[in-house]
């Protein structure tokens, strides 16, 4: 019903290009994990080889403890929804949803019961009669995510499966997805491009940027204190501040901050984060540009001859030319090493 997951220092090569580099990763049985990055990551290349679709070039990947690495897709403990869904048109959705087990042997008496039940799990009770065309993009998707869970999966793979819906649709199929998976067990694996998706549905993201993992961890630890500067700038706006760290503070241009380390460092400041009544003032800003944004104003000021932003309570106003004095919350300055744009 459920297991791990270990990838090994994989790496995939494809030509010239190297997809894969050293990725090392375990995901944990029930878990559901999100793989997150921009296009051509190496998000569906790493889906790819845990669903059997892709061999890795070099390296391991065992799921439930078993060595996987020739074992063709159909013999793995695993199913993968595509973004396109590739439902069978000519089929009715009960059909459709049965198809895996009909493809494993399983009569028809218990794969339809097996089809109406996975049917009503994703909220389309009663709908087995109808054909896909017959759907709305919404429902496409539940019935492709039914029929990949009727085989009972112990590892679900999802690649941009929410990719083709509009924004609401898409923000209520990710709490849909969500409970779905408390409700099987089964591992997830989720891959897509959209930092609010992954933030909202993961247990765990793992940010990806040219073939490697840049950060592993729970939405809020990647958020609050991300591992890398790539991790900072995907996941949400970010400030860069670049400094010299010695004892304690660095110095850089809004003045001594607090920075742990020695030598070259940048500091991630959250834009929310900079607010007139943060606790440490860092001058004066002038504001450069202000976005009503609904519950906050995105504004771009100059500080200390820097360009920085922040999103401002809407009681706060911020007019272009304005003078605004700023302060920043310590607490929530992240420093990463190395001091490099
Ligand atoms: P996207 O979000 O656009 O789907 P991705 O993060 O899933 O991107 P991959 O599809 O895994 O990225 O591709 C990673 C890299 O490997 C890219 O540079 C891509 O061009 C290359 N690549 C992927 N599949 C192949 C292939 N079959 N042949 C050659 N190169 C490939």
């Known amino acids: 019903m459920t297991a791990r997951i270990e990838i090994e220092n994989a790496?995939?090569?494809?030509?010239?290009?190297?997809?894969?580099?050293?990725?090392?990763?375990?995901?944990?049985?029930?878990?559901?994990?999100?793989?997150?990055?921009p296009?051509?990551?190496?998000?569906?290349?790493?889906?790819?080889i845990i669903g059997g679709f892709a061999d890795p070039t070099s390296g391991a990947i065992r799921i439930g403890g078993r060595d996987m690495v020739g074992v063709p897709a159909a013999d793995r403990p695993t199913t993968t929804v595509f973004q396109d869904y590739a439902?069978?048109?000519?089929?009715?959705?009960?059909?459709?949803?049965?198809?895996?087990?009909?493809?494993r042997g399983q009569g028809r008496a218990d794969r339809n019961a097996r089809a109406d039940e996975m049917l009503e799990l994703v909220g389309l009770s009663g709908a087995g009669d109808r054909r896909p065309a017959q759907l709305s993009g919404g429902q496409?998707?539940?019935?492709?995510?039914?029929?990949?869970?009727?085989?009972?999966?112990?590892?679900?793979?999802?690649?941009e499966p929410l990719g083709a819906l509009d924004l609401n649709l898409r923000r209520s199929m990710q709490e849909?997805?969500?409970?779905?998976?408390?409700?099987?067990?089964?591992?997830?694996?989720?891959?897509?491009?959209?930092?609010?998706?992954?933030?909202?549905?993961?247990?765990?993201?793992v940010v990806?940027?040219?073939?490697?993992?840049?950060?592993v961890g729970p939405p809020e630890r990647v958020y609050r204190a991300p591992a890398s500067r790539f991790a900072a700038s995907f996941l949400g706006e970010m400030n860069?501040?670049?400094?010299?760290?010695?004892?304690?503070?660095?110095?850089?241009?809004?003045?001594?901050?607090?920075?742990e380390g020695q030598g070259p460092v940048t500091l991630c400041l959250r834009p929310e984060h900079l607010r007139p009544d943060a606790p440490m003032g860092v001058g004066t800003a002038q504001v450069l540009e202000t976005v009503f944004q609904g519950g906050h104003r995105r504004v771009r000021v100059s500080l200390a001859g820097v360009t920085l932003l922040a999103h401002l309570p809407l009681t706060v106003t911020a007019e272009p030319g304005q003078s605004i004095a700023l302060g920043i919350d310590p607490d929530h300055l992240t420093v990463l090493p190395g001091g490099t744009q």
């Open 39 to 48: 296009s051509g990551c190496g998000k569906t290349t790493l889906l790819n």
């Open 240 to 259: 860069f501040l670049t400094g010299e760290a010695q004892g304690g503070t660095a110095a850089t241009a809004l003045g001594p901050l607090p920075a």
């Open 208 to 215: 990806m940027n040219g073939g490697r993992i840049e950060d």
């Open 87 to 103: 439902l069978f048109p000519h089929m009715t959705l009960r059909d459709n949803v049965g198809f895996g087990l009909r493809m």
């Open 140 to 159: 496409r998707q539940r019935v492709a995510l039914a029929r990949a869970l009727a085989v009972q999966p112990d590892v679900l793979l999802l690649d």
């Open 176 to 205: 849909e997805l969500k409970a779905i998976q408390s409700k099987v067990g089964a591992t997830f694996v989720h891959v897509t491009h959209d930092q609010e998706e992954a933030m909202a549905i993961a247990d765990r993201i």
């Open 11 to 37: 790496a995939k090569v494809f030509g010239p290009s190297l997809a894969l580099d050293s990725v090392n990763l375990t995901v944990e049985a029930g878990e559901y994990c999100v793989l997150l990055g």
